[in-house]
């Protein structure tokens, strides 16, 4: 039985500073009357916050009851993109699973944090989850995916997809498609990249298969982008290679010798002993909060 699923990808207009859970909602009602056998449905990073880490709540919330009650209404999966979380003292930016049955069954704490703007604690584990008789998923957020360690981790985790919020505002999107092409390459699985619009991106939201090809782009409007992939095609090109020639896995998996990178405190490395501080960019943070 082919493993085919059903996606949709909501870029919409995020309003800076407010709570947008009721146009969450709103389009996830038009999601489920247009495009019934969607299977899971994502939103882009930090839609429902309105960017704003001042919104910041424990998790559950009232936020996260109501996204939970859709899923199990319309008996989907959701990826709600990711929200501010608090935490005793700590702000993060995590990213939901909710499940069909209405429970959050994975939450992610994004592990690099955009530092010329945000100012929330990094996680400190990658997530993948299973959606039973499909397959293996992974979750990535925005910065994260200019990590390859991380894509890579989520590959040999056993993730067949990632899934990948972000609010790419900068001029610097047009890099994200191409990072988005590379790891979906590089690593033989899909990769979906949700942007914002408004004060949460600039649009131009991707879907790539598993051996790098474009199923599509958004514009810089707001749309549901639908999908159905079949992941027995990620199985088929690791088998067999990408193209039917880069069996990238199975050498990788044979190569008998260690990478120092991974193997000795990555920090001794030489590229370090040449760069400066990590600093937060006040006037860029400044900007933003406007």
């Known amino acids: 039985m082919a493993r085919y699923l059903g996606i949709a990808g909501i870029q919409m207009e995020v309003v800076r500073g407010k709570e947008n859970i009721e146009g969450v909602i709103k389009r996830l009602q038009t999601a489920a ?9 994502i939103f882009s990073e930090l839609c429902v916050c309105g960017m704003n880490s001042e919104l910041a709540q424990p998790i559950p919330n009232g936020m996260t009851n109501q996204l939970c009650n859709w899923a199990q209404k319309e008996g ?6 990711s929200m501010y979380e608090k935490d005793g003292n700590h702000i993060y930016n995590t990213s939901l699973v909710i499940s069909p049955d209405g429970e959050i069954t994975a939450k992610y704490r994004k592990v690099f944090p955009w530092r010329p703007f945000e100012e929330s604690e990094a ?15 992974g979750l990535c957020i925005c910065y994260d995916q200019w990590f390859p360690e991380v894509i890579r981790t989520l590959g040999w985790m056993g993730a067949e997809a990632i ?64 999908e159905v ?21 199975k050498e990788l998996r044979d190569y008998k010798e260690k990478f120092p990178v991974y193997q000795e405190n990555m920090r001794n490395g030489e590229i370090f002993k040449s760069l400066g501080v990590l600093k937060l960019h006040r006037k860029i943070l400044n900007h933003y909060l406007l």
């Open 123 to 137: 996680g400190n584990a990658l997530c993948v989850f299973d959606i039973p008789e499909k397959g293996r998923f």
């Open 229 to 249: 992939v079949d992941l027995d095609m990620v199985s088929r090109v690791r088998e067999y290679g990408t193209l039917g020639v880069c069996q990238l896995w």
């Open 76 to 81: 989907k999966w959701l990826i709600p993109g």
């Open 163 to 226: 899934f990948c919020p972000t609010a790419t505002t900068t001029s610097d999107r047009p890099l994200e498609l191409v990072l988005a092409q590379a790891n979906a390459i590089a690593n033989q699985l899909y990769f979906f990249s949700i942007n914002g619009i408004g004060a949460g991106g600039v649009g131009r939201s991707i879907f790539v298969d598993p051996e790098g090809r474009i199923l599509q782009t958004a514009g810089e409007r707001e749309i549901i982008m639908t």
């Open 33 to 41: 009357a247009l495009f019934p056998w969607v299977d899971i449905v």
